[in-house]
């Protein structure tokens, strides 16, 4: 028997709630896993068509390409009009997700290995975990701490033993857009619960449709319209890839994965992002791959696999009193 206030519930009551959870996790890492490897592809497809577009097109124009194709989905799928309490998050989403880390590593891809953009972009897992506790009540344990960081520091040092770690100027716009995406994953998988993993994403780039036309009218009144004219299939392969696929499928299946299994937890999956595009970068663009790379991507394996065993505090959605559940 287990205590509870004003009296005694039965253990085995408890328990398929806890397996139920447990559950949950799993399916949401699996969704996780499967955005990873979509947004895996994003660095090399950016690589492809910003040789062509150029970032001031590559950034706008796959937000624009995304929300064509959202706008259907929800026509088709008659959804109403989000209710008002989601606009804030839906902007912070539009903000990061759609114009701040588009645009700024559509900007760095243009001046530095894609596999260089891979290892900066490792930080984000950490940020959008330490977002989420800081703003969304997640509070990991420290075993959570340690597994991060450990896996953080993973990448850093492999990084700096290979030789692709320098310090460039593109450094600092990917680092921008490490912060930006960070509170839009958190924000996406907070929301993910009560609007629906896809929605969020559709609805974000829906709203920021308007936005995004007049950047797009802006920036081809800079560049003109001869790039476009004068892209290559590649090119426009790679911006069609980056618009419905990673800014939109990728985003579904992050946002139901992290609405299932927690933000920080499955924002932990994103260790493996960088080594699965180097990897990507080598297929698609001939840029090196080592015996380091691998040995590196399977230490990460093991810190989110450890990870994976720390209790995380969280808020669960569809308690109205706001109570915290420890999940295990």
């Known amino acids: ?38 947004f895996s592809l994003t660095l090399p497809a950016s690589k492809v068509a910003v040789g062509s577009f150029g970032a001031l097109i590559v950034g ?26 989601y606009l804030p998050g839906l902007v912070i989403i539009a903000v990061g997700a ?54 953080a520091l993973t990448v850093v040092a492999y990084t700096w033993l290979t030789g692709i770690g320098g310090i460039h100027m593109a450094d600092l716009a990917l680092l921008g857009a490490v912060i930006v995406v960070a509170f839009a994953y958190a924000e996406g998988g907070r929301m993910a619960g009560g609007l629906g993993g896809w929605q969020v994403i559709a609805w974000s780039v829906v709203l920021a449709a308007p936005a995004v036309i007049l950047l797009l009218v ?35 299946a992050w946002y139901t994965g992290m609405g299932l299994g927690g933000v920080a937890r499955v924002s932990q999956m994103q260790y493996l992002q960088p080594f699965f595009t180097i990897v990507f970068s080598w297929v698609l663009l001939d840029e090196r791959l080592t015996i380091p790379t691998i040995v590196a991507a399977l230490v990460v394996v093991l810190w989110v696999a450890a990870g994976k065993r720390a209790t995380i505090r969280r808020q669960v959605a569809g308690y109205p009193d706001g109570s915290v559940k420890e999940h295990p």
């Open 1 to 38: 028997m287990m205590k509870k206030r004003g009296g005694y519930v039965s253990k085995t009551a408890v328990e398929p709630t806890i397996k139920s959870q447990a559950k949950m996790e799993s399916l949401g890492l699996v969704y996780g896993l499967v955005g990873v490897l979509v």
């Open 60 to 85: 706008p124009g796959r937000a624009l390409i995304a929300a064509v194709f959202a706008a259907l989905m929800l026509w088709v799928k008659r959804e109403k009009w989000p209710k008002r309490k």
């Open 98 to 151: 759609i114009f701040g880390f588009p645009l700024l590593t559509a900007w760095a891809m243009n001046r530095v290995p894609a596999s260089h953009g891979a290892v900066e972009l490792a930080l984000l897992p950490l940020a959008t975990a330490a977002v989420s506790a800081l703003r969304y009540g997640e509070r990991p344990s420290w075993l959570f701490w340690v597994c991060s960081v450990g896996g």
């Open 218 to 252: 802006a920036d081809f009144s800079i560049v003109g319209m001869t790039n476009v004219l004068h892209a290559s299939m590649a090119a426009w392969a790679g911006l069609l890839y980056l618009g419905i696929g990673s800014q939109f499928f990728g985003f579904v």
